[in-house]
């Protein structure tokens, strides 16, 4: 992977930062409503993209099993919704049980009583399965795409559990949120929307750092050593077990958190986030975006899901193709993703054929100059 | 001893079913370590070629031969989905060697646009479609010496790509006007109907078994005995497992593992396209039909060991006795008065979802003992 960054300077960061507040600020007055709801929704999966950016994009590993983490956090925040609206219903309890002749509270939903436990649930519970699957995996030495296979198992273990309970957990109709009350208002209605969609603005900027931080340094180092050459990390003294898991149970939690914040926003939590190509779905924004890039992975998740729904309203049919196409394509033409080829050679070499730019002879770093791209 | 005999042979039909999709797989899979999500597809491809085959052989022509088009489809299976698994070597997963991960993101893209195509495409046309490419990718090969090294060889391919277009649009027009219901695109699920020879029962010591069930797992069978033979017995065999074993070496002694390539995958596709078949004998045939199966399929080739037929063949078994027994609870009724506890367990995982959730994770712990699954390839790498 290409290390050619491009640095900016100080006064157009500054004022990218400025533009962007002001455009999350602003947005709500912006967008009607339902572009704004689409908006918050598809920046919040871009937290999962980040997950998947950071084990697959730095580690080299291929999850097909992110829906699992995703829906346990919109579940997590689902149930705490559905339990502090339950008041008027007989027995207390969340209105769905009736029509299963449900009377008495399932025991693991008692603690979701508490707004604090669901706090930390929504990115524990995740970010602890996470790092027992990755554990169990990992120890094994089990890699590459046998963990890819085991996740999408797991993924299926797991939709079918939700799906088939219903007296547990409202199988396949999932929870609904939208008519919850939280602050004492309706979780669906247009104040309740606008927090919650700068909320989600707030914490895709807090992840990214997060994101950039865990990278950065020796932590960083390693996971992209265990991406490039594992055997040798190992040689080195370093156990990948250690690192992998950690790495793995750091992108459950970005997608518990991921999950609940798209959960409040779209209304309804079900097993269809379990479902196997939207786990798939996931990696390919990172893919498209470019992985190894984390701006790539929140740009690839909001642009795709954009298009996507653009796409659907017009020609519901054609979506498929070019979905399809678009995994072929990055695939074969651009490995790196987008963000990763404007950031590697790839612009250089379209001016280089138009014989706007000199042709490298030699190594770009003895060629290109310093100001201009800095090689590390 | 009924129930046992019963529950055997249950299992068994879960387990053929399996098997017959997995052994593609197995050969893609472990032979040329290539993942193929795009297999269910190619099955489904195999299910809706059952059911064209049925509706062409209806035609008034065909009509006294209308009770032999199951085994004909069989033949016709194989040839669409492996010819399409073909273009799709040629013109993706060459491109992808070594780098698996890469692979298993195309052929998703791959089965989504087969997914959208067989919804949005008349079935007609694309018969039409499959019948150009078979043509247009076997007619040069059957050229003699002398035009296939001749400088105007490129002029012949080019033109016998031509005459296979021009025979796919006649033959797509053909059915599409001769048989109506394969004039109009439409994404609703079609029913394969069994011929009458295959309806009804059989009784075997007391025990009646469904005809169509019998049917699969004879196709199961001669499907492993041939492709066992095809690699141990024939030429183009003993170099799949040459260029399996060391592939810069077999390229040294003059394989064309080009070649080898293409026929392994041919194959291997071919053989999702006969799992299609038996598939479509057992339930209604949609575009989403074969991503039911692709998982399980995985999940065989990785518990039986990679590149090992004999794992694979016990390990789809294995799979679907155990999916019996926990499925239909037949412990119970085995042991009708076992403690409380356990009954009660098991009759928490007695539906088929929650014999999935069993099954799966029974499977996760048993790698846990043998990471490599039941008959690991040996070697001396770091990796392994």
């Given at each position: 992977m290409s290390q050619n960054k491009i640095k900016f300077d100080k006064k157009i960061v500054l004022s990218f930062w400025i533009i962007l507040i002001a455009l999350i600020i602003a947005a709500p007055t912006l967008l009607p409503v339902f572009r704004l709801n689409l908006l918050g929704r598809y920046l919040s999966l871009s937290i999962v993209a980040l997950g998947v950016d950071l084990i697959?994009?730095?580690?080299?590993l291929l999850s097909l099993g992110q829906g699992i983490f995703f829906a346990l956090g919109g579940y997590c925040a689902a149930m705490y919704l559905q339990i502090n609206s339950s008041s008027e219903f007989p027995n207390n309890i969340?209105?769905?049980f009736a029509l299963y002749g449900v009377e008495k509270l399932p025991f693991?939903?008692?603690?979701?009583?508490s707004p604090y436990f669901t706090f930390f649930a929504i990115w524990i519970i995740p970010a602890l399965i996470a790092g027992l699957i990755g554990f169990l995996v990992f120890r094994n030495r089990i890699k590459g795409v046998y963990f890819s296979i085991l996740t999408q198992a797991s993924l299926l273990v797991f939709f079918n559990f939700f799906n088939g309970q219903q007296k547990l957990i409202n199988g396949t109709n999932g929870l609904k949120t939208d008519v919850t009350l939280l602050f004492g208002q309706m979780v669906g209605s247009e104040s309740i929307q606008r927090l919650f969609f700068w909320l989600t603005s707030i914490l895709v900027i807090a992840a990214w750092f997060f994101a950039k931080w865990v990278v950065k340094g020796r932590f960083g180092n390693i996971l992209i050593g265990i991406r490039d050459d594992e055997p040798r990390v190992r040689f080195t003294g370093y156990n990948p077990v250690i690192f992998k898991t950690i790495i793995f149970s750091i992108a459950g939690g970005l997608a518990g958190i991921s999950g609940a914040l798209y959960t409040v926003q779209s209304g309804i939590v079900s097993p269809?986030?379990?479902?196997v190509p939207f786990s798939i779905e996931m990696v390919i924004w990172v893919a498209v975006g470019g992985r190894g890039t984390l701006l790539g992975a929140i740009l690839g998740a909001v642009f795709i899901n954009y298009a996507k729904s653009l796409v659907s309203e017009a020609l519901p049919a054609s979506w498929m193709f070019i979905q399809g196409g678009l995994f072929i394509l990055v695939v074969t033409a651009l490995p790196e993703g987008v963000l990763g080829w404007i950031q590697g050679d790839g612009p250089r070499n379209i001016l280089q054929r138009f014989g706007l730019k000199r042709k490298i002879e030699t190594y770009p770093s003895l060629e290109i100059n310093n100001k201009e791209q800095n090689h590390e | 001893m009924e129930l046992l005999l019963d529950s055997l042979f249950n299992g068994v039909a879960i387990g053929s079913v399996l098997l017959v999709a997995a052994l593609g797989l197995a050969i893609v899979?472990?032979?040329?370590g290539v993942i193929n999500l795009a297999h269910g597809e190619l099955m489904m491809l195999g299910a809706y070629t059952t059911y064209v085959t049925q509706l062409i052989f209806k035609l008034p022509i065909l009509k006294p031969f209308y009770n032999s088009y199951i085994i004909v489809s069989i033949f016709l299976s194989f040839i669409v989905s492996g010819v399409v698994g073909i273009l799709l070597e040629k013109t993706i997963i060459r491109k992808l060697y070594g780098s698996p991960l890469e692979t298993l993101l195309a052929t998703w893209g791959v089965s989504l646009i087969l997914q959208q195509f067989v919804r949005s495409v008349p079935l007609a046309y694309g018969t039409g479609l499959v019948i150009s490419l078979i043509i247009g990718l076997f007619l040069p090969t059957t050229f003699s010496l002398k035009i296939k090294e001749s400088i105007n060889f490129k002029y012949f391919k080019f033109s016998s790509w031509i005459f296979a277009a021009l025979t796919g649009v006649m033959s797509g027009s053909i059915i599409s006007s001769s048989v109506s219901k394969l004039s109009r695109a439409s994404a609703r699920n079609v029913d394969v109907t069994a011929p009458s020879w295959m309806r009804g029962q059989v009784e075997i010591i007391g025990t009646a078994f469904p005809k169509t069930r019998l049917m699969i797992i004879i196709i199961t069978l001669i499907s492993v005995i041939a492709i066992t033979l095809f690699l141990n017995q024939s030429a183009w065999g003993m170099r799949i497992r040459a260029v399996t074993q060391n592939r810069q070496m077999s390229e040294c002694l003059g394989i064309s593992t080009e070649k080898v390539d293409i026929i392994t995958f041919g194959i291997g596709s071919g053989l999702a396209g006969v799992a299609g078949v038996a598939v479509s004998l057992l339930g209604s045939v949609g575009p989403n039909v074969g991503g039911n199966y692709i998982v399980g399929c995985f999940m065989v080739v990785v518990l039986g060991g990679v590149g090992n037929l004999l794992g694979t063949v016990l390990a789809s078994f294995g799979i679907g006795i155990m999916t019996d027994l926990i499925g239909a609870g037949r412990l119970l009724s085995i042991w009708?008065?076992?403690p409380l506890p356990i009954s009660n367990t098991i009759n928490f995982f007695a539906t088929t979802s929650m014999a999935r959730v069993m099954i799966f994770a029974l499977i996760v712990i048993f790698l846990q003992f043998k990471p490599t699954g039941l008959f690991p390839q040996k070697g001396r790498m770091v990796e392994n």
């Open positions: 697959w994009g730095y580690t080299g969340p209105e769905f693991f939903w008692e603690p979701f009583k269809q986030f379990m479902t | 899979f472990g032979l040329m009708p008065d076992m």
